[in-house]
C-alpha cells in the first residue's frame, strides 16, 4: 500500500473498458504507475463476469492488482464507509477504493463509470464525492 503513485479503481470504469475492449488501451494509459483494486472490487468484478464474460479479462491482467489489505487503519475505514454507503452488496467497491484513499495508498482514482465524466479524481474529491454526514442506516430513505 506504500505506492501513492499507483491507480486505484472501481468497479464502473474497469467493467466499461472491458466491455469496450479497451483493457489494452488503459494499460497504456496507465504508464508506470500501476493499477490497483481493492479486494472488495475484485468480488464485485467476480460476481458480474458470469453476466459480462470480458470481465475475466480484468480479472486475469498480470498489471492490475488485487489489494487484499489486512491493514487495521484500512479495514476500519473500510467498516466506516460500508456503514455510510453499502446496501446489502452495493457500494462495496466504493468502500474499498475510498478506505485506500483514505489510509494514503494512493493519491490517483477512478471512480465515475460515465465515459462522459471519465477523470482521475484526489483522494480529496472522492471524500468530498462520497461524504455522509450520518451512516447510511441513519439516512431517511
Known sequence: MENTNQLVFDTGPLRHFAAQGWLRVLEFLAGDRPIVVPESVERELRHQAHELP???????????TVDRSDDIAFLARFATYEERLAVGETNLGECGVLALGAVGASKWFWMTASPETWRLKTASECRQRWHCSAPRSEMAS
Open 54 to 64: 470480458a470481465l475475466n479479462q480484468v480479472l486475469d491482467a498480470p498489471w492490475i
